[in-house]
């Protein structure tokens, strides 16, 4: 059930201390499903690829009959980790440390030999890689360490229907990037959960982004918003005029309305807008006619499903940020220390059937800092953002972070984070009041 009244303080150090970072390790990571990688990253048999998080390695196989693996990277001999990163081409599992092998559903099929001139030893009978739970939906690999996890599908539920009309399993990863940053996971998550911190950190897109009218939905485990598009947010209203909307939206999501990108920065004056029209209507109906350009996926939907942001949170570390014709998802993977993390940040095209790159294997790259620019203004703004607001949540005076109403999802998180670890957000400031209470 989702919880309907969400809490309104957060103990800050849910997000500094080394014990609930630990307990995290302990509890949450190894018992939850985790958006592991796309099903391209593993299109034939014989592809490997590793999941790490938190100091866990999981290694997901397709075998010779085309059927997902997944297990823990550790051969069972003496504790080697067996692969890493991604490739192609297996046949086996071999052990770099004494060549013990494993066949792609990982069962040990032999051990090396130690005195060549000596009678071979037994090879332990009946040994097998430790498995992992793994499944699919939407395109995606999930994987759980947990063998006693409910199924994919009940984890899931309702947002495999949710999010139906997308069908992200036709779509293509074109960019797939990670890059370090120097904050807890879950500020992370915080910071792209809400649309509150729009008029402070982001505001060159309140000309076409409404961060007022954003309602909030508590799926589950999970949650969403929506947040309209191509019209100003009521904060600035009666200040910004159609050019402005126009210029707005074209630097900022120009690749929606099939500009090159050249005209994104330039895109000249505003499109003519019919008697009684809106600029949010003639720039629907452009994204609607790029759709149609690149094999028209969508007839039929709706406006909103059109143009608006739809913005989902899938328990724990994952958000999707869903516009029709492309989607991404940022996600966030804990660090051996709890003020670090990996963030992930992969981005989807819908391609037409025939399209050369149409599911093509991703190719995944680490940024430096010299590469954040390149991201665009909104994730450099956020980028800077993050490190400074864990700095803040480092000082010891600071108990407790104060929610308002537009951060309902983040209090939500951290209720369905009590489930994994049997603490509780409600509780933990109660017998300690702070100075201004």
């Not at 999010?163 to 990037?177: I, K, N, P």
């Amino acid at each position: 059930m989702a919880s309907q009244n969400p809490p309104r303080k957060i103990a800050a150090d849910r997000y500094r201390s080394t014990t609930f970072h630990d307990r995290e390790r302990e509890q949450l990571w190894p018992q939850s499903w985790q958006l592991a990688c796309t099903l391209d990253c593993l299109p034939d048999p014989g592809d490997y690829y590793e999941y790490r998080i938190a100091g866990l390695s999981v290694l997901i196989v397709r075998d010779e009959a085309g059927s997902l693996h997944a297990f823990q990277n550790v051969c069972r001999h003496r504790g080697n980790a067996l692969l890493e990163g991604s490739g192609a081409g297996l046949s086996e599992i071999r052990c770099p440390y004494h060549h013990w092998c494993y066949d792609l559903s990982g069962r040990l099929t032999s051990v090396s030999r130690g005195d060549p001139t000596k009678r071979p030893h037994r090879s332990p009978g009946g040994l097998t890689l430790i498995p992992v739970r793994v499944d699919d939906w939407g395109g995606f690999v999930f994987v759980n360490l947990d063998p006693d996890a409910a199924p994919l599908d009940e984890f899931l539920d309702p947002m495999a229907d949710e999010l139906g009309w997308v069908r992200m399993h036709e779509y293509t990863c074109t960019s797939a990037m990670s890059l370090h940053v120097a904050c807890n996971w879950k500020v992370v998550i915080d910071a792209f959960i809400e649309t509150y911190h729009l008029h402070a950190v982001h505001p060159q897109m309140l000309a076409i982004a409404d961060d007022v009218h954003t309602p909030i939905r508590l799926l589950g485990e999970h949650s969403m918003f929506y947040q309209p598009y191509g019209a100003p947010s009521p904060r600035v209203a009666s200040q910004v005029g159609d050019q402005e909307i126009w210029e707005a939206f074209t630097h900022n999501l120009g690749h929606r309305l099939g500009l090159p990108f050249a005209e994104h920065a330039n895109p000249g004056p505003h499109p003519p807008i019919p008697a009684g029209g809106s600029l949010r209507q003639v720039l629907i109906e452009r994204i609607r006619a790029h759709l149609e350009e690149i094999g028209d996926p969508y007839p039929g939907i709706p406006d909103d499903q059109v143009i608006d942001d739809y913005h989902y949170h899938f328990f724990p570390n994952t958000v999707f940020n869903v516009f029709a014709g492309w989607f991404g998802f940022i996600r966030a993977r804990p660090g051996e220390r709890p003020d670090r993390c990996v963030l992930d940040m992969w981005n989807f095209d819908w391609l037409p059937e025939g399209h050369p790159n149409r599911h093509a294997r991703p190719e995944e790259r680490w940024l430096e800092a010299e590469d954040i620019p390149a991201l665009g203004p909104v994730m450099a703004q956020d980028l800077e953002n993050l490190p400074r607001t864990q700095a803040g949540l480092e000082q010891p005076g600071l108990r407790s972070v104060q929610l308002v109403p537009e951060e309902a999802r983040i209090g939500h998180m951290h209720r369905v984070l009590d489930r994994y670890l049997g603490t509780s957000v409600d509780t933990e400031l109660r017998d300690r009041p702070e100075a201004g209470d």
